[in-house]
């Protein structure tokens, strides 16, 4: 207690303790006295004066809080006692005995509603958010400890006052446990509700109701002349020992909110006894005659556990659907989840043993967003979430109202369709296609994803939850590394090529050299002369065929084998480059690289020793990055990039435009080139042909004013082509130009290129 009024003025607690002193030495004279020994002095006069001081401290203390009314009403409460007290003891001089009711009488039980209103306003402070329930919980302590109460209370004062008494001798002396039974119904229950660690001016004030309701139920028994010795001792020091506590209760500090403590919720042992009280009240009843009020109170009690409890089965019922749901729900997108998920699929399966239902089958596509990782790294995990929440709403409305889209977690949904074929089941992931490639907005930037599908059957492709799960899975790697953007699960293929056996085949495939690069021309679009090219790395697969990069880049960056491949690549790109110079071409050659090569500490001295070793100027040589890649970790890159600049070769920003990059970084970047996202012409074919001119033209002005070469890629028609000369492009490629091919077949006119169209687009690859 000395702990939580440490924060009181010096004054108030030297008098807090001049105080419990006084009250000791009271408490010692008690118990030394005979039961019939009083001192007017010190049992009337002292005791008042005392109290008044007690009063004076408490109302002190509005002076100083912000919440004012709570100690204020307090301190006029017990100051109304004490002039009761004080009164009592000038009508009881010379022997006298005070008329009831009496002037005291009147101060006296002006205590009981001021005192009431202050719990009240204390109670609001500390409960504003808490259910029907746990109020319920408070009222049902709160009537048991009235009931048992008034038990005592009531027949004493019936005995005591006989039935010859006047009205307002009986109504006084009921008033007086009426309001003990009223302020500890709401002393009780607000303990049972209120955490009492964290709320120790509540239990003194509780503490203290409870010290005044005994002490008037044995000053009731003194009245009647049926009190002991030890009665008398209570008799005298309640009322000094509950003002003393109620005037200290207003100087504690609170406990201390801690936000990563458990929140408990309130306990059941009040409650819990103010039930079986009423219940043994009634059962009392029936061996011996019980006043009526305590009757009233243990029925009101019985009562509001029933309610209680009626609200408990509903409340259960409630929270039950409550947790089902959330189980079941994805929280971020609002969606089902994985949980979901399984519990359709082992229903399903369960329901197909009958043999009646054995003709229903199921479809389930499996969903891999394509791009969001990028997202994330570029604007944030807020806008990957936004993303993630506007695809439900639009997946949704390509799929009928029996299917189901859950989110299984991460970038990965899947949709299950009910009594459907594999071809309505195709269909319905074209539809998600086309709903993935429309653009995102997200806090005013446009972006683009794509995804790849897996579709798997039930019955026919597995006959467990498990098991069809696999087969989706299965054929979504299949579309990742295919050139489809999804497929149909296939035993004969999918069943050989896992995942887990591609990785090994990837590193197979490294290890062993098993890799082709191929070349495609970059033109100077003023002078029509080829000047670079790309390199661009090929893996011909013995059973999926020529594997593009973009296919196989994850599985390597996930496996850990980016440095191999870049070298790889870095070495056979810079030998043939060599080669291009010892014959009299002397051409640039682009190899792109990825974060990994990057964030290598070794990667600058790497390729400045493979262009020593086939004696390459590193003019000759271009690395390309992505956006994303430089904005992975952009401090890092900067300084790599400009150690690759240190070296003399060239450092471009592949794909630049494809949505995820500030502009605000691109003056602090020490690169000599930018490579236009196909995007770029896609919208110039498209739309507002004159706006999106006008984009482009600023973007290779932008360029240009930075000293920066602008390459573009993806030229496709003689239209496309024409443009970006006009627009004064520097280089350009793409399959209007020539495919990527191997360097033996790649054909390099000596001064230019005659732009003729390439129209075997399919062999491009």
Known sequence: MAARVGNAPRAVRVAYAVLGALLLAYFASLIVRGPGQSVTLVDGWLVAAFEVVASVLCISRAFGSRRRAIPLLLGLGVLSWSIGDALLTFESAGGATPPVPSLADLFWLGFYPIVYVALVLLMRKHLSNLGAATWLDGAVAGLGAAGVCASFAFNTILHSVGGSAATATVATDLAYPIGDVLLLILAVGGTALIPGKKNPQWLMLAGAVAINAIGDTFNLFASSGSTSHLGTIFNGIAWPSSILLISISVWMRPGQFNPLAERRTPGFLLPGLGAGAGLAILLVDTVQRVTPVAIGLATATLVTVGIRLGLSVRGLRSLTEIRHRQAITDELTGLGNRRQLFSLLNAFFADHADPETIDRHLSLLYVDLDHFKEINDSFGHGAGDELLRQLGPRLTSSLRDTDVLVRVGGDELAVLIMDADSRYATGVAERLMAKLEEPFVLNAVTVRIGASIGIASAPTDATDSVGLLRCADLAMYRAKVGPEAFETYRRDIDDDGNRLRLVEELRDAVEGGQFQVHYQPQVDLQTGEVTAVEALLRWPHPRLGMVPPLDFIPLAEEAGLMQALTAFVLERAVSQCAAWHAGGRPLTVSVNISATNLLDPGFSDSVKAVLGRHHLPASALVLEITETTILRD?????????????????????????????????????????????????????????????????????????NMRVVAEGIEDPEALDLLTSLGCDLGQGYFISHPMPAQDLVLPAPRLMLVPNTDKAAAG
């Open 634 to 706: 952009f401090d890092v890159c900067k300084r790599v990039i400009v150690q690759l600049r240190d070296l003399g070769l060239g450092v471009s920003i592949d794909d630049f435009g494809a949505g995820f990059t500030s502009l605000a970084y691109l003056g602090s970047l020490a690169v000599s080139e930018l490579k236009l996202d196909r995007a770029f012409l896609t919208r110039l074919a498209t739309g507002d042909t004159e706006r999106n001119s006008a984009l482009v033209r600023a973007t290779i002005a932008l360029g240009h004013k930075l």
